[in-house]
């Protein structure tokens, strides 16, 4: 679609000929075109010293999170864990863990959240427990076959000794998939499938208890007044018959492919339906899967009108700052949905990936990356559908390149030291004053040690620059919010010279224009509302996004 012109104003005078159109239907719940704020609790606020965040740290921001514009808190998980991977190992999914508050600070988030009207969703983890959850302990003093082994994956190893695992998986953090347990005679057993760390034996959902507790879960949130959930790995729980042999050749550590048989199995979509069932009986409550599942026809089969509310389209957080793959990406997502009336969601980063300033960054210049990083938020904040922001973007912060003793993501240990895993996205916010910690805690022993060159970064500094990505992102969400340009679900796109896009949405008219080339290009005809970068001589330059009313 893309014109040889080096100016979007002469591509934009022909936007009957460019235009094509692609409709989503309307939006009325709250959800459908929401912010939604990731908060990793671990890394947003320490009230109590201990140099860990937690919920009266959150509680103590929420007047922060009002000043951004958010409407929704995702919290990653905050349940009773030994936090072998921070939280996504549960060991008690219906109480808070005393790290972060126990059970009166969560009620007390809700409280004010809601007061504010600021919704609060939370991280929930059905396929796996922890290594400590009552019912891992009670199967590993069970005998094989038993009702308390048949919650989890346990079968018997392969070779004449049982000590071969039964089969070739790996972990998603690295290693194998399986490990063999010692028996209570102190005698080699049976073998327990775990697709992510040691500590997380996933559970075996074709045993109808594991879906009755999960519903006994649900309903515990929901009538505390949670809003919602994010499904962990919800492209996960079912497991293929027969436990097939995965191809090896190229398997990624945190990722995985379409024909890879320990995701996107079949049957999943029964528990999305039961999950469903239960949502029904709130019916403002909302639920976003963790969907890595590429195929559009696949993906849109978890968002069907009886599955889950949201699903995350992970494009945008995977790419590239290029002006092809940010259509591509934006064109498949709402591709995804379309067939299902399916609401489109937005992500350009999360806890488990690299922050987007450091994806967008160049050997040459790392100011690339934070110019990059502001004009897509640009283009995010343009599009139709639920957007989620991950704590610490509106700050343009990037990842840490954390020493190797400070390392806690299972990843590290895992991948034999190969992978340095997660760690330097989940680095603790900066929030005020001149040297680390910068009021994120009292204590400057942070779980995580924050760099000193973010005194540059701190919420602080940034509120009092109109200049800064946090003024950015707060002028960009209210506009959002508030102007009527922003109406209509279809965007349609216009002729853009190479290296640049730009669309329209098609009721409210907003146009969204990023140039990702070289040179500065024109605009199209009307009046600027706001840019990421300033324009020169009226034009927009090199990694800058503007909109247009
Ligand atoms: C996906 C979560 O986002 C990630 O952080 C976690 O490690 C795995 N699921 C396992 O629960």
Same mark, same amino acid.
């Given at each position: 679609?893309?014109?040889?012109?080096?100016?979007?104003?002469?591509?934009?005078?022909?936007?009957?000929?460019?235009?094509?159109?692609?409709?989503?239907?309307?939006?009325?719940?709250?959800?459908?075109?929401?912010?939604?704020?990731?908060?990793?609790?671990?890394?947003?606020?320490?009230?109590?010293?201990? #140099?860990?965040? *937690?919920?009266?740290?959150?509680?103590?921001?929420?007047?922060?999170?009002?000043?951004?514009?958010?409407?929704?808190?995702?919290?990653?998980?905050?349940?009773?864990?030994?936090?072998?991977?921070?939280?996504?190992?549960?060991?008690?999914?219906?109480?808070?863990?005393?790290?972060?508050?126990? @059970?009166?600070?969560?009620?007390?988030?809700?409280?004010?959240?809601?007061?504010?009207?600021?919704?609060?969703?939370?991280?929930?983890?059905?396929?796996?427990?922890?290594?400590?959850?009552?019912?891992?302990?009670?199967?590993?003093?069970?005998?094989?076959?038993?009702?308390?082994?048949?919650?989890?994956?346990?079968? *018997?190893?392969?070779?004449?000794?049982?000590?071969?695992?039964?089969?070739?998986?790996?972990?998603?953090?690295?290693?194998?998939?399986?490990?063999?347990?010692?028996?209570?005679?102190?005698?080699?057993?049976?073998?327990?499938?775990? /697709?992510?760390?040691?500590?997380?034996? *996933?559970?075996?959902?074709?045993?109808?208890?594991?879906?009755?507790?999960?519903?006994?879960?649900?309903?515990?949130? @929901?009538?505390?007044?949670?809003?919602?959930?994010?499904?962990?790995?919800?492209?996960?729980?079912?497991?293929?018959? #027969?436990?097939?042999?995965?191809?090896?050749?190229?398997?990624?550590?945190?990722?995985?492919?379409?024909?890879?048989?320990?995701?996107?199995?079949?049957?999943?979509?029964?528990?999305?339906?039961?999950?469903?069932?239960?949502?029904?009986?709130?019916?403002?409550?909302?639920?976003?899967?963790?969907?890595?599942?590429?195929?559009?026809?696949?993906?849109?089969?978890?968002?069907?009108?009886?599955? @889950?509310?949201?699903?995350?389209?992970?494009?945008?957080?995977?790419?590239?700052?290029?002006?092809?793959?940010?259509?591509?990406?934006?064109?498949?997502?709402?591709?995804?949905?379309?067939?299902?009336?399916?609401?489109?969601?937005?992500?350009?980063?999360?806890?488990?990936?690299?922050?987007?300033?450091?994806?967008?960054?160049?050997?040459?210049?790392?100011?690339?990356? /934070? *110019?990059?990083?502001?004009?897509?938020?640009?283009?995010?904040?343009?599009?139709?559908?639920?957007?989620?922001?991950?704590?610490?973007?509106?700050? #343009?912060?990037?990842?840490?390149?954390?020493?190797?003793?400070?390392?806690?993501?299972?990843?590290?240990?895992?991948?034999?030291?190969?992978?340095?895993?997660?760690?330097?996205?989940?680095?603790?916010?900066?929030?005020?004053?001149?040297?680390?910690?910068?009021?994120?805690?009292?204590?400057?022993?942070?779980?995580?040690?924050?760099?000193?060159?973010?005194?540059?970064?701190?919420?602080?500094?940034?509120?009092?620059?109109?200049?800064?990505?946090?003024?950015?992102?707060?002028?960009?969400?209210?506009?959002?919010?508030?102007?009527?340009?922003?109406?209509?679900?279809?965007?349609?796109?216009?002729?853009?010279?190479?290296?640049?896009?730009?669309?329209?949405?098609?009721?409210?008219? @907003?146009?969204?224009?990023?140039?990702? #080339?070289?040179?500065?290009?024109?605009?199209?005809?009307?009046?600027?509302?706001?840019?990421?970068?300033?324009?020169?001589?009226?034009?927009?330059?090199?990694?800058?996004?503007?909109?247009?009313?």
């Amino acid at each position: 679609m893309s014109d040889e012109t080096s100016d979007l104003s002469t591509a934009a005078s022909d936007v009957s000929a460019e235009v094509q159109s692609q409709s989503v239907p309307g939006f009325p719940r709250w959800w459908q075109n929401a912010i939604f704020y990731q908060i990793y609790p671990r890394s947003f606020s320490d009230d109590n010293g201990d #140099g860990i965040g *937690d919920i009266r740290g959150v509680i103590d921001k929420l007047g922060y999170l009002e000043l951004v514009g958010v409407d929704a808190i995702w919290l990653s998980p905050v349940m009773k864990s030994p936090m072998a991977d921070h939280g996504y190992d549960v060991s008690d999914p219906r109480d808070i863990d005393d790290l972060f508050g126990g @059970l009166d600070a969560l009620d007390a988030l809700i409280r004010e959240a809601h007061e504010r009207d600021i919704k609060v969703t939370m991280d929930l983890v059905p396929n796996h427990t922890s290594d400590q959850h009552a019912w891992f302990i009670e199967a590993l003093n069970s005998e094989p076959g038993s009702a308390a082994r048949q919650r989890y994956i346990f079968r *018997d190893g392969l070779g004449d000794d049982g000590s071969l695992p039964p089969n070739n998986w790996a972990s998603v953090f690295g290693g194998p998939a399986w490990t063999r347990i010692t028996d209570t005679n102190g005698q080699p057993g049976q073998w327990y499938l775990h /697709i992510f760390a040691t500590e997380q034996p *996933d559970l075996n959902w074709e045993n109808p208890e594991v879906f009755a507790d999960l519903e006994k879960t649900l309903r515990f949130w @929901l009538d505390r007044g949670v809003d919602g959930f994010r499904i962990d790995v919800a492209h996960g729980m079912a497991k293929p018959e #027969g436990l097939p042999d995965m191809v090896l050749d190229n398997v990624g550590l945190l990722s995985n492919d379409d024909n890879d048989p320990r995701f996107n199995n079949p049957g999943v979509h029964d528990i999305h339906r039961q999950i469903r069932a239960v949502l029904d009986d709130y019916p403002d409550a909302m639920t976003v899967g963790e969907i890595w599942v590429d195929d559009n026809v696949r993906f849109a089969e978890y968002v069907r009108p009886d599955e @889950l509310h949201l699903g995350f389209n992970f494009r945008l957080a995977k790419i590239q700052f290029d002006s092809e793959a940010v259509r591509e990406a934006i064109e498949h997502s709402l591709e995804a949905i379309a067939s299902v009336s399916g609401t489109p969601t937005w992500t350009l980063s999360n806890h488990d990936v690299e922050r987007e300033v450091t994806r967008y960054s160049t050997a040459d210049s790392p100011q690339a990356g /934070i *110019d990059r990083a502001r004009a897509m938020i640009l283009v995010e904040l343009a599009l139709p559908g639920a957007v989620f922001i991950y704590n610490g973007a509106e700050l #343009g912060l990037p990842n840490v390149d954390l020493p190797d003793d400070v390392l806690q993501d299972p990843v590290w240990e895992r991948s034999g030291h190969t992978e340095r895993g997660r760690d330097g996205c989940r680095v603790p916010l900066p929030w005020e004053g001149t040297t680390p910690p910068f009021a994120f805690s009292s204590n400057p022993d942070t779980w995580l040690p924050i760099p000193a060159e973010w005194a540059a970064l701190t919420v602080e500094t940034q509120l009092e620059d109109v200049n800064s990505t946090l003024s950015l992102y707060r002028q960009a969400i209210e506009y959002r919010k508030t102007r009527p340009e922003f109406a209509g679900e279809a965007i349609e796109w216009y002729g853009a010279p190479a290296g640049c896009l730009a669309f329209r949405r098609s009721l409210g008219k @907003l146009v969204c224009a990023l140039n990702a #080339g070289p040179e500065p290009i024109g605009l199209p005809p009307g009046e600027v509302l706001l840019s990421s970068a300033p324009l020169v001589d009226g034009k927009l330059p090199p990694n800058a996004a503007a909109w247009l009313v």
